[in-house]
């Protein structure tokens, strides 16, 4: 998931089940209606069995 400076959720990329290994999504910097997002600061979250992971990044246009 991708969320805003606010904690709003902007976008989700994935979801579902994975096998283990290693994976990529690739944001289009669309929220979830479809619209281009600003320029700004984002936090994305990873979610497994096992622990969360937030970080931050930064989104240029």
Same mark, same amino acid.
């Given at each position: 998931?991708? %969320? @805003?400076? =606010? +904690?709003? &959720?902007? &976008? $989700?990329? *994935?979801?579902?089940? #994975?096998? *283990? +290994? @290693? ?5 289009? +910097? &669309?929220?979830?209606? +479809? !619209? @281009?997002?600003?320029?700004?600061? #984002? %936090? #994305?979250?990873? #979610? $497994? !069995?096992?622990?969360? !992971?937030?970080?931050?990044?930064? =989104?240029? &246009?």
């Amino acid at each position: 998931d991708i %969320f @805003n400076i =606010l +904690g709003q &959720k902007v &976008k $989700t990329l *994935a979801s579902g089940r #994975y096998p *283990a +290994g @290693n994976h990529s999504v690739i944001w289009d +910097g &669309k929220n979830l209606s +479809g !619209e @281009n997002v600003s320029t700004g600061i #984002y %936090f #994305y979250r990873l #979610y $497994t !069995e096992s622990f969360t !992971e937030t970080r931050r990044m930064l =989104l240029l &246009k």
